[in-house]
């Protein structure tokens, strides 16, 4: 008996479909006004991003990076977020309940760009890097906002004092981002 050909195309191209969505990335809608103005900076235009889940493999993230992450406080809902201090950095936060953290080892400290309109880690403090989930590396829709997502921190948010990232993990994403271009932040991802 000889299976239909669709059939054939169904059961090699679902799991393979998976596969890549799960391990290499995807493209997300991004809501809300937390990211603003990187993403959604026009009320009546919604972003979509790729989200690169191969780019996060080794929990490999750095300051300025937009990553979608599991909320820390509702784990049914993933958000968009900039990374602004790692593992050992000082921060100085706005309306936590310290005015300084030292960023503890296997966290990071992520805000939204919109400052005073984000559920970020001034609410909830430090995020393990486990939650993290993808980096957002650009913007694929609209076609007008077709560009990559720049890594970088605002002036204004940069640590007070940098910890010390281990040797292996530097050396390996500067030779990576000396090879391709670096990608950036995003806001709420549903």
């Known amino acids: 008996m000889r299976f239909p050909t669709f059939l054939k195309s169904l059961l090699?191209?679902?799991p393979v479909g998976v596969t890549l969505l799960d391990c290499v990335g995807y493209v997300a809608r991004v809501e809300g006004v937390s990211m603003q103005p990187a993403l959604?900076?026009?009320?009546?235009?919604?972003?979509?991003?790729?989200?690169?889940?191969?780019?996060?493999?080794n929990m490999d993230v750095q300051r300025g990076d937009i990553i979608s992450l599991i909320s820390p406080k509702d784990p049914t809902q993933k958000i968009i977020?900039?990374?602004v201090a790692l593992q050992g950095d000082v921060i100085s936060t706005l309306g936590?309940?310290?005015?300084?953290?030292?960023v503890p080892e296997g966290h990071c400290w992520v805000e939204g760009d919109h400052t005073g309109n984000s559920l970020d880690s001034n609410t909830f403090g430090p995020v393990s890097l486990g939650l993290v989930t993808a980096r957002a590396t650009q913007i694929v829709w609209p076609p007008s906002?077709?560009?990559q997502l720049p890594s970088t921190v605002p002036k204004t948010r940069?640590?007070?004092?940098?910890?010390?990232?281990?040797?292996?993990v530097a050396s390996s994403r500067?030779?990576?981002n000396s090879?391709?271009?670096?990608?950036?932040?995003?806001?709420?991802?549903?």
């Open 12 to 14: 090699l191209g679902v």
């Open 40 to 57: 959604n900076p026009d009320a009546t235009v919604t972003d979509y991003v790729f989200l690169s889940r191969w780019a996060v493999r």
């Open 81 to 83: 977020k900039r990374v």
């Open 96 to 102: 936590y309940k310290l005015p300084y953290v030292t």
């Open 145 to 147: 906002r077709w560009q």
């Open 158 to 168: 940069e640590p007070i004092a940098m910890g010390k990232r281990p040797a292996a």
């Open 174 to 176: 500067s030779v990576n």
């Open 179 to 190: 090879s391709s271009s670096s990608s950036n932040p995003i806001g709420e991802v549903h």
